[in-house]
């Protein structure tokens, strides 16, 4: 029983430099033949009153057009000193989206925040053992 044969982990964003406001969509990632994704996206730096997000979007599409945000699948912290979210990670995770295709959007406003890569582990596979991702 090992986790990795039973999830598909994806690196599915590459680290974005520290600005005020990031705009930076991950890989479209497929949900067929999975019910379920955690998006993880690490913040490498924070300045006092940044606030960095994290909104999973979805499409019938396996297109950045036409993206739409899920209601409920967002996460966001405010930097109340300069590093203080330093190593911290916004987590967010979609059980069954309505559309077969998502992405996470990182995003940072008021403060620069620089971020790390994004992973996705995709769950609940009709199929195991689960095949790696290229990226891993």
Request: aromatic residues 4%.
């Amino acid at each position: 029983m090992n986790l990795s044969k039973n999830v598909k982990i994806m690196e599915v964003g590459a680290p974005v430099a520290a600005g005020s406001s990031v705009d930076n969509n991950s890989d479209v990632v497929d949900m067929q033949g999975f019910e379920g994704v955690v998006f993880i996206a690490s913040i490498t730096d924070s300045v006092d009153t940044g606030i960095a997000g994290l909104v999973v979007e979805q499409n019938s599409a396996n297109s950045a057009t036409g993206m739409a945000a899920l209601s409920g699948a967002a996460a966001s912290v405010v930097s109340a000193a300069n590093d203080d979210l330093n190593g911290q990670l916004l987590v967010v995770d979609v059980h069954k989206p309505q559309e077969r295709f998502v992405q996470a959007v990182r995003t940072s406003s008021i403060a620069n925040i620089a971020f790390g890569s994004v992973i996705a582990i995709l769950y609940n596979g009709k199929k195991y053992p689960v095949t790696e991702d290229s990226t891993i």
